[in-house]
């Protein structure tokens, strides 16, 4: 995928009103720290334009990327962040779930697992969630560098099996660093739009 063009657009916090976008979106959900923005900076060919941080709870708002002027790239906030109140994640619970629920132009939604861990309680109610609410979420196990090659295979099955995966899920192995699985995210992303 050639990127002519990238920029954030739009912003949006726990009181903000969702954009009508007239392009396609697809969002990017899970764990603080998992490497949503990151993944988002290899889609888009950028070092930084989604800020990213090894603390996790970076991103705290509903980021839309605008991509070559008809398709979004959605950063979402992570779950699963102990540092903050139970009252702050209920609202950013709140806020991402009015998204994935509300959004009339939300094609996919990619959850990503860290490659390096089994699925957590969170993770699969997310999944679940999503699942419920009509999409096939598409799995990127991330931080692909992490572990051995060797390793990768087991640690894909502990994803499906954790996760109860529905058969034919896609799961996509992707890093940051190599940039690998780059070209598979962007074949899902490019066949959804065409629908
Ligand atoms: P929140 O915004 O807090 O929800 O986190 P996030 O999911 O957006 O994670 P982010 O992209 O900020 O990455 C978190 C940390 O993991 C950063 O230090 C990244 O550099 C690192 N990271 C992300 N992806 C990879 C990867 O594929 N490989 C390696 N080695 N590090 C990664
Ligand atoms: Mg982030």
New binding site residues.
């Given amino acids: 995928m050639i990127i002519k063009q990238a920029e954030l657009e739009t912003v949006c916090g726990i009181t903000s009103k969702l954009p009508e976008n007239e392009w396609p979106e697809v969002a990017?959900a899970?764990?603080?720290?998992?490497?949503?923005?990151?993944?988002?900076?290899?889609l888009l060919n950028r070092k930084s334009l989604?800020?990213?941080?090894?603390?996790?709870?970076?991103?705290?708002t509903i980021n839309f990327y605008k991509v070559n002027g008809d398709l979004y790239l959605v950063?979402?906030?992570?779950?699963g962040?102990a540092k903050v109140s139970n009252e702050i994640k209920a609202k950013w619970g709140k806020m991402i779930e009015r998204y994935l629920h509300g959004s009339k132009q939300l094609r996919a939604v990619f959850l990503?697992i860290d490659i390096r861990h089994d699925p957590s309680a969170n993770d699969k109610t997310m999944y679940d969630w999503v699942v419920h609410q009509g999409f096939e979420p598409i799995i990127i196990a991330?931080?692909?560098?992490?572990i051995k090659r060797s390793q990768v295979q087991k640690q894909i099955k502990a994803i499906k099996e954790g996760l109860n995966l529905l058969p034919g899920t896609k799961v996509i192995p992707?890093?940051?660093?190599?940039k690998q699985g780059r070209d598979e995210i962007w074949e899902v992303i490019n066949s959804l739009r065409e629908d």
């Fill in positions: 990017f899970g764990k603080s720290n998992v490497g949503k923005s990151s993944l988002i900076n290899g989604a800020r990213t941080s090894s603390q996790p709870g970076k991103t705290q950063d979402l906030p992570g779950y962040y990503l991330t931080k692909l560098d992490k992707f890093s940051a660093e190599t």
